[in-house]
């Protein structure tokens, strides 16, 4: 596959003019497009829903178009939830999937409505404790502990992940939330992340079925939805094969009409909580080449850092660049592409095979969709850059201005001479 990028190297120069890199750029087609593409893949569940994880691309603007389509939101904290409220997601559009939670937000949640999903069986008695009593609906997450396979090849390794409940937890949950007055029951699990295969989402269904036709059988419990998360992931590498939606949505359709139509469960509702399949291609980060080194290797110096897409600095992660104005030019030069910070790993590509880099050209990392700008800090004191929308009139928006030195230094309130400092 050939990743090309979707916007221009004039429309950039246009943008950068107004609003200097580096910025986040996001593609409205792109994600208008994608989203209706996943609804038409489980159009055969008539329950269906997808709560975008806020996590990936905490943005008003860009939830509001998922909104659009009838997307809820997936929340793991309260400013999540506040973010959910604002855009006017509230009650069952809001699914609380947080883990070691403070109290205060689980009776936020409760207040707005939304359908807490326990991680720990001992969070019933916490829920219990922050809102009184617990809801009528309710969900548990599940983890079968072991290795996730996929023919013969290990996906992941649920039993180390910190997330969910064993088998024998969440049958006992169950039967404590059903005796406490819950009268609707829905099971989440996340096993995989960002998984480059039509057969994750198939095969994980099929466990979660086969639990909830157990949980049905045993304890008599009414489950009205079952969360298959996220873990649907991207083709990061121009190498890779993108999932098709379609195909996955008609393999989870299969598993449904082989394992719960027969239990007489065919009014279950299949949610998703999709972050990185929904966002994640469809955003770049622009940045603009600053220096040029020669020592043991070439480097090139660009105007962002690991501060605005720390994936290649802690994970060591892929992300394909391209030089605008230069996609077809040969990839003869071998450059390791880095940020200004004072750590070694600020890197966005090393040893990578580009067109001759020049001074001003601007580079488009790909990919940067979600986990990009959410994931940024303030090291160095790098500031957070802005976000901006290209739409699908060719028009842009600015829907997240760049801080400024007087945001950094804001938290300072109770020293007087930081006023003084940022209005010199």
Same mark, same amino acid.
């Given at each position: 596959?050939? %990743?090309?990028?979707?916007?221009?190297?004039?429309?950039?120069?246009? !943008?950068?003019?107004?609003?200097?890199? @580096?910025?986040?750029?996001?593609?409205?087609?792109?994600?208008?497009?994608?989203?209706?593409?996943?609804?038409?893949?489980?159009?055969?569940?008539?329950?269906?829903? *997808?709560?975008?994880?806020?996590?990936?691309? /905490?943005?008003?603007?860009? =939830?509001?178009?998922?909104?659009?389509?009838?997307?809820?939101?997936?929340?793991?904290?309260? @400013?999540?939830?506040?973010?959910? %409220?604002?855009?006017?997601?509230?009650?069952?559009? =809001?699914?609380?999937?947080s883990n070691d939670t403070p109290l205060d937000e689980f009776k936020y949640c409760?207040?707005?409505?939304? =359908? !807490?999903?326990?991680?720990?069986?001992?969070?019933?008695?916490?829920?219990?404790?922050?809102?009184?009593?617990?809801?009528?609906?309710?969900?548990?997450?599940?983890? @079968?502990?072991?290795?996730?396979?996929?023919?013969?090849?290990?996906?992941?390794? @649920?039993?180390?992940? %910190?997330?969910?409940?064993? #088998?024998?937890?969440?049958?006992?949950?169950?039967?404590?939330? &059903?005796?406490?007055?819950?009268?609707?029951?829905?099971?989440?699990?996340?096993?995989?992340?960002?998984?480059? #295969?039509?057969?994750?989402?198939?095969?994980?269904?099929?466990?979660?079925?086969?639990?909830?036709?157990?949980?049905?059988?045993?304890?008599? $419990?009414?489950?009205?939805?079952?969360?298959?998360?996220?873990? =649907?992931?991207?083709?990061?590498? /121009? *190498?890779?094969? /993108?999932?098709? !939606?379609?195909?996955?949505? *008609?393999?989870?359709?299969?598993?449904? *009409?082989?394992?719960?139509?027969?239990?007489?469960?065919?009014?279950?509702?299949?949610?998703?909580?999709?972050?990185?399949?929904?966002?994640? /291609?469809?955003?770049?980060?622009? #940045?603009?080449?600053? +220096?040029?080194?020669?020592?043991?290797?070439?480097?090139?110096? $660009?105007?962002?850092?690991?501060?605005?897409?720390?994936?290649?600095?802690?994970?060591?992660?892929?992300?394909?660049?391209?030089?605008?104005?230069?996609? +077809?030019?040969?990839?003869?030069?071998?450059?390791?592409?880095?940020?200004?910070?004072?750590?070694?790993?600020?890197?966005?590509?090393?040893?990578?095979?580009?067109?001759?880099?020049?001074?001003?050209?601007?580079?488009?990392?790909?990919?940067?969709?979600?986990?990009?700008?959410?994931?940024?800090?303030?090291?160095?004191?790098?500031?957070?850059?802005?976000?901006?929308?290209?739409?699908?009139?060719?028009?842009?928006?600015?829907?997240?201005?760049?801080?400024?030195? &007087?945001?950094?230094?804001? #938290?300072?309130?109770?020293?007087?001479?930081?006023?003084?400092?940022?209005?010199?």
């Amino acid at each position: 596959m050939n %990743k090309r990028p979707f916007v221009t190297k004039e429309k950039v120069e246009e !943008i950068a003019s107004q609003f200097p890199t @580096p910025f986040h750029l996001y593609d409205e087609k792109g994600i208008r497009d994608n989203v209706e593409n996943l609804k038409k893949a489980f159009s055969w569940n008539k329950g269906y829903k *997808e709560y975008f994880a806020v996590k990936a691309t /905490p943005n008003p603007f860009l =939830i509001n178009i998922l909104r659009e389509y009838g997307c809820g939101c997936d929340c793991s904290s309260k @400013p999540e939830l506040m973010m959910s %409220k604002t855009v006017g997601a509230v009650g069952d559009d =809001i699914m609380f999937s947080s883990n070691d939670t403070p109290l205060d937000e689980f009776k936020y949640c409760n207040d707005l409505g939304g =359908i !807490i999903n326990l991680d720990d069986i001992t969070h019933i008695e916490a829920v219990e404790k922050a809102c009184g009593r617990l809801p009528k609906k309710m969900s548990c997450r599940y983890n @079968p502990g072991g290795v996730f396979k996929i023919t013969n090849d290990i996906m992941d390794n @649920p039993g180390d992940a %910190k997330y969910g409940m064993t #088998t024998e937890q969440i049958f006992k949950a169950f039967e404590i939330m &059903k005796d406490k007055g819950v009268e609707e029951f829905g099971i989440h699990s996340f096993l995989c992340s960002n998984t480059v #295969t039509n057969e994750y989402y198939p095969m994980l269904a099929k466990v979660l079925f086969d639990l909830a036709v157990d949980l049905k059988n045993k304890l008599g $419990v009414h489950i009205t939805f079952i969360n298959l998360s996220g873990g =649907i992931g991207i083709p990061y590498r /121009p *190498e890779q094969e /993108p999932n098709d !939606i379609f195909v996955i949505g *008609e393999g989870v359709r299969k598993v449904y *009409e082989e394992t719960l139509v027969p239990a007489g469960m065919d009014d279950v509702a299949i949610f998703t909580e999709l972050g990185r399949y929904m966002l994640g /291609p469809y955003g770049g980060l622009i #940045t603009k080449a600053i +220096n040029k080194k020669h020592t043991h290797k070439e480097y090139i110096g $660009v105007d962002a850092c690991a501060a605005n897409l720390m994936r290649p600095a802690i994970y060591g992660a892929y992300h394909h660049i391209t030089v605008l104005g230069k996609e +077809n030019d040969a990839c003869d030069n071998k450059y390791d592409i880095t940020g200004s910070l004072c750590e070694n790993c600020d890197k966005f590509a090393i040893d990578r095979m580009l067109p001759k880099i020049d001074m001003g050209d601007y580079l488009f990392i790909h990919d940067a969709g979600a986990h990009g700008f959410s994931m940024g800090y303030n090291y160095n004191g790098k500031l957070r850059s802005s976000e901006i929308l290209l739409k699908e009139d060719g028009s842009y928006q600015l829907i997240r201005r760049a801080e400024t030195e &007087k945001d950094y230094f804001a #938290t300072f309130d109770c020293f007087d001479f930081f006023d003084e400092l940022i209005t010199e």
